[in-house]
């Protein structure tokens, strides 16, 4: 599975689980850490778990590890790194705070 196709999964999974505000955006040249990031929410901290759970469970059936994971047992912002795409699954609130889409500014994003 290539990065695109690895991103493309992320956004059907998170779509299953009712994640909101989806963005993608391809930092592909604009990065030397990743190509992709995936930033999306959950209305709760228990959905941002549950969407966390389901990514790694449906990756894990294709053999796909994350590099790492943080924040899960805090559920405001899990940051789960797949190598070359990244995911950002926020609380609304904590999204709001830090604003990583300002930090994009600029990078053309998917909005799904």
Not at 48 to 62: H, L, M, P, Y
Not at 95 to 110: C, M, P, Q, V, W
């Amino acid at each position: 599975m290539n990065e695109q196709e690895k991103a493309k999964e992320l956004i059907r999974i998170v779509q299953d689980v009712k994640a909101e505000e989806i963005l993608l955006f391809d930092v592909n040249g604009h990065s030397s850490i990743t190509d992709y990031i995936l930033i999306c929410q959950g209305r709760s901290q228990g959905h941002v778990k549950g969407i966390a759970d389901r990514v790694q469970e449906e990756f894990r059936k294709i053999k796909i590890k994350p590099m790492s994971i943080e924040g899960y047992s805090e559920g405001s912002w899990i940051l789960m790194d797949y190598d070359h795409v990244i995911i950002h699954i926020f609380h609304p609130e904590t999204r709001a705070y830090y604003n990583l889409e300002g930090l994009h500014e600029g990078i053309a994003a998917e909005s799904f």
